[in-house]
């Protein structure tokens, strides 16, 4: 055997199989009319988009989430929005993994971000959880914290004394769902990047 040939046969047993799961895109939120167009919902908002621009229909209930599997840049991902609510995504996502073979590695979580200014995007290769229940119970459930992550600002309270809790439930103003709006159409072409050009050229495009 060749360098060549040996170098080639590394790179396929590091590749997902034909016809296996290249990545998992989760979408963090809370299930509910009521949390639709919520602060804490910009996961589920930037994941219907993607499933939207992919024709990949998000109809299929399993991992106690709605899911679909569908092709994105000639890549096959499955996307996912668990139903369990914010603070108890983790066991979702690990159940998808458990189920696919995932590593880590091959997961990218995309959620709201306080910190960040209301529409910023931040691709991340791993971090900690920022103080975000639903990153929490992920890191515990998959006991690491090295998964990709795709955050998309939603602005930090007005007030020292606003409850975070409230503050993240709440609806954007009118002028700000026209900035979360953009982002979430930006939030496809992010999530797309991962597959054609890698983490790192995503984040230094996007970021």
């Keep these: 055997m060749n360098m060549f040939q040996w170098f080639r046969k ?7 199989k034909n016809g296996s799961i290249s990545l998992l895109i989760v979408g963090l939120g809370n299930p509910g009319t009521k949390y639709e167009n919520t602060r804490h919902n910009v996961g589920f908002m930037s994941v219907d988009a993607l ?4 024709g990949i229909p998000m109809k299929k209930l399993k ?12 890549h096959k991902v499955l996307l996912l929005k668990p139903q369990t609510f914010m603070n108890q995504s983790g066991r979702a996502v690990r159940l998808a993994m ?4 995932l590593t880590p590695g091959r997961v990218l979580i995309v959620y709201d971000d306080v910190s960040l200014a209301t529409g910023t995007l931040r691709l991340r290769a791993k971090g900690s959880d920022g ?8 890191v515990y459930h998959l006991k690491t914290d090295v998964f990709l992550r795709l955050k998309i600002g939603v602005g930090a309270p007005p007030h020292p004394d606003y409850k975070m809790a409230d503050w993240v439930l709440s609806e954007f103003t009118q002028a700000e769902q026209v900035v979360i709006d953009d982002a979430v159409k930006r939030s496809v072409s992010a999530l797309a990047s991962v597959l054609t050009i890698g983490i790192e050229a995503g984040m230094n495009r996007f970021n």
């Design 98 to 101: 458990e189920f696919y073979k």
């Design 63 to 74: 991992f106690q989430s709605l899911y679909g599997e569908g092709t994105l840049a000639g």
């Design 131 to 138: 103080g975000h229940n639903g990153i929490k119970d992920i």
């Design 51 to 54: 499933a939207e621009h992919g």
């Design 10 to 16: 590394r790179k396929d047993a590091d590749s997902p």
